[in-house]
């Protein structure tokens, strides 16, 4: 399973903030995304970024974050 949240984290510059969201293209579906906030708190709780929002969809999955690179 792909690490979607470090994916984006690795390619932004420091103070930078991005969308992380689910890619068909590369087999992300909104249920294997959610791992992906696993992924993001993780990187937080190191203090490596900040999650500044997550974005849920009607049925309560969530289908983007929002981050910004802080190391």
Same mark, same amino acid.
């Given at each position: 399973?792909?690490?979607?949240?470090?994916?984006?984290?690795?390619?932004?510059?420091?103070?930078?903030?991005?969308?992380?969201?689910?890619?068909?293209?590369?087999?992300?579906?909104?249920?294997?995304?959610?791992?992906?906030?696993?992924?993001?708190?993780?990187?937080?709780?190191? #203090? !490596? &970024?900040?999650?500044?929002? %997550? $974005? *849920?969809?009607?049925? #309560? !999955? &969530?289908?983007?974050?929002? %981050? $910004? *690179?802080?190391?």
């Amino acid at each position: 399973m792909r690490d979607i949240t470090k994916e984006v984290y690795d390619k932004m510059k420091v103070g930078a903030a991005a969308w992380v969201r689910p890619v068909a293209a590369k087999g992300d579906t909104l249920e294997s995304f959610q791992s992906a906030h696993e992924g993001a708190k993780l990187l937080a709780e190191e #203090g !490596l &970024i900040q999650i500044v929002k %997550i $974005q *849920r969809e009607v049925g #309560g !999955l &969530i289908d983007a974050i929002r %981050i $910004q *690179r802080l190391g």
